[in-house]
């Protein structure tokens, strides 16, 4: 029976650590940012970087002409606000970047939050965006940017 019990917290641990994330829809706001404040965020994935780079040259564009959406962290985040996240939607003109990232919110301590508290507004520190995922697009998608389409 000991055997048994000490067993029992392992499942349960793998069992919640894919609920980790962090919903970023329940921020409710969006914000501006340039296509060079995502740089961090790119640089996860050579792929992404590769096909940026491309869509660049095609257009005759440079990275500072591109403007970007993200969620935006409101003010009652006590460190995290104005902060942009995932997900993100770029105009490059005759193409839409929109890149997806699991986002995880962490405290000072390690602690992870999942959804939004008033303990999490005032903990949280740290956001890290892992997992990228992107799609190209030909027009603005209004699902995926309410307000920023006409």
């Known amino acids: 029976m000991p055997l048994l019990l000490r067993l029992i917290p392992?499942?349960?641990?793998?069992?919640?650590?894919s609920a980790l994330a962090f919903d970023t829809s329940n921020l409710g706001q969006w914000g501006s940012l340039p296509l060079d404040d995502l740089t961090p965020v790119i640089a996860k994935s050579p792929r992404l970087q590769q096909e940026i780079k491309q869509v660049l040259s095609?257009?005759?564009?440079?990275?500072?002409?591109v403007t970007c959406l993200g969620m935006r962290f409101p003010s009652?985040?006590?460190h995290l606000?104005?902060?942009?996240?995932?997900?993100?939607a770029c105009?490059?003109?005759a193409?839409?970047?929109h890149i997806r990232a699991t986002v995880r919110i962490t405290g000072r301590s390690g602690q992870s939050f999942e959804v939004i508290t008033d303990k999490a507004m005032n903990n949280a520190t740290n956001v890290s965006e892992?997992?990228?995922t992107w799609k190209w697009t030909?027009?603005?998608?209004?699902?995926?940017?309410p307000g920023w389409c006409s």
């Open 10 to 17: 392992l499942p349960l641990l793998l069992g919640t650590s």
């Open 58 to 65: 095609d257009g005759n564009k440079k990275q500072e002409d």
């Open 76 to 78: 009652q985040w006590k």
């Open 81 to 88: 606000g104005g902060l942009r996240v995932s997900p993100y």
């Open 91 to 93: 105009d490059f003109g």
């Open 95 to 97: 193409m839409w970047l």
């Open 130 to 132: 892992t997992n990228l």
């Open 138 to 145: 030909t027009e603005c998608s209004p699902q995926s940017v």
